[in-house]
Nanobody, 125 residues
C-alpha cells in the first residue's frame, strides 16, 4: 500500500497551464505504475494517463493527448501532471492512483488499487 497526496489544484483562466503533484507520503512508488484520473460533478471518473515503473512509458487518453503530460521522480516519490491550454471542460477533481504493474485495462479506475483524495482544478474566465 502507498499513501498518495495530490496538490497544485487551483482556479485558473482558460488557456493557462497548471502542474499537479502527487506525493507518496509513505512508501516508495518506484515499483508502481502511476495514473491520473479526473471526475467532474455528475460524471464518471475519467482516465487521463498513466506512466509505468522502470522504463517510464506513458499512455494517455486520446482526447487529452498533446495537452497533458505525465512524469515521475521516484527519488522524490512524486508523479506530476502538466496541463496546458486549459479549458472550462477541464474543471474537475483530479486524482492520482497507483498500481503494482500496469493492467491491460489501465484506463479503468477499477484496475487501480491506491488513490489520493484529489485536488480541485477549476477553469473559468
Amino acid at each position: 500500500q502507498v499513501q498518495l497526496v495530490e496538490s497544485g489544484g487551483r482556479l485558473v483562466q482558460p488557456g493557462e497551464s497548471l502542474k499537479l503533484s502527487c506525493v507518496a507520503s509513505s512508501g516508495s512508488i518506484s515499483t508502481y505504475a502511476m495514473g491520473w484520473f479526473r471526475q467532474a460533478p455528475g460524471k464518471e471518473r475519467e482516465f487521463i494517463g498513466a506512466i509505468t515503473s522502470g522504463s517510464g512509458n506513458t499512455y494517455y487518453s486520446e482526447s487529452l493527448k498533446g495537452r497533458f503530460t505525465i512524469s515521475r521522480n521516484d527519488a522524490e516519490r512524486t508523479v506530476y501532471l502538466q496541463m496546458n491550454s486549459l479549458k472550462p471542460v477541464d474543471t474537475a477533481l483530479y486524482y492520482c492512483a497507483a498500481a503494482q504493474g500496469l493492467a491491460p485495462l489501465y484506463s479503468s479506475a477499477y484496475e487501480w488499487d491506491n488513490w489520493g483524495q484529489g485536488t480541485q482544478v477549476t477553469v473559468t474566465p
